[in-house]
Each structure stands twice: as C-alpha cells, then as structure tokens.
C-alpha cells in the first residue's frame, strides 16, 4: 500500500469529539443526512491558510472522516444491541445466521471493500498527489454514507 493511502486509512482511528459533535448538530437540523457530508472538511479547509494545498485538503479530510467514523462506530454498535434484543426472542434465521452475525458479518465486508475501493481510486492517479485527495474523500463518503444507512437502521 503506498504511504500517503497508508496514512489516510491510519487516520480513521485519531480521536474526535468536537466533530461528531458538529456532525450530530447537522444532522439534527436536516432532513438531508448526505448534505452534511464534507461540511466540516470544508470549513477546516477555509479557515486554514493552507487549506487549499494537497496535505491540507487531506488532514481536513482525515479530521471529518474520523468524526464521521466516531459516529460510525456509535452507531454499529447501536444496531448490534437492537440485533441482540431481537435475536433473544428466538425468532433468528438459524444459530449460525442470527441477526447480530450477519450485521458483524456485513460490517467486516464493507470494512474490506471500502478500503480496497479507496486503494482503487487512489491506484487511478498513480504517484499524482490527487491520489492522496482522491483517496481521502472516497474514505470520508463511503463512511458517511454507510454511518448514515446504520443510523436510518435503527429509526421506526
């Protein structure tokens, strides 16, 4: 994996806070969930004087897909103790295909093809430094959205 892709992925774990706190204002103020993917992204890139630069696009980037993550995470496991309460009244698929297998099993294969899907959109810029933006925002959307169909999971 090239060291810029590398990093971008690395910085999914950096911690939070004030940016899944953002993002929750934005999506309680909005019918539109998508719209506030990038708006955190945007406004770091703004108010940086280097922000229009590649290594600055990049770490805006980062800091909103790891906000987005954070609430990913929050979410997931919001919908694992849903599955859980669900599976104990027995009415499950089979042992084996319970509700929370299939939802951990799922989450392990968007974990695997989201970040072979941003190596992918990376690979087509080859060294090019839009590579590193490419993969960024392919990281910061694909999180997004996947946060975004977890939480519509758990609305009536």
Do not use: K
């Not at 971008?8 to 019918?31: I, K, M, N, Q, R």
């Amino acid at each position: 994996m090239r060291p810029a892709v590398a990093a971008v992925l690395a910085g999914l774990a950096a911690p939070v806070g004030a940016g899944e706190v953002g993002l929750e204002a934005c999506l309680a103020d909005t019918d539109r969930p998508a719209d506030c993917i990038g708006s955190l992204a945007g406004s770091c890139m703004a108010a940086r004087p280097d922000g229009e630069s590649t290594l600055g696009m990049v770490e805006c980037i980062g800091v909103e897909t790891a906000a987005w993550d954070g609430l990913l995470n929050a979410s997931y496991r919001a919908v694992v103790e849903s599955a859980r309460d669900a599976d104990a009244t027995g009415d499950v698929l089979s042992e084996e295909h319970t509700r929370v297998a299939t939802l951990r099993d799922a989450q392990r294969a968007w974990i695997a093809f989201r970040d072979a899907d941003c190596l992918a959109q990376a690979a087509r810029w080859g060294l090019g430094s839009l590579g590193q933006v490419s993969a960024a925002n392919c990281l910061l959307s694909m999180t997004a959205e996947r946060t975004i169909q977890l939480r519509g999971l758990l609305e009536p």
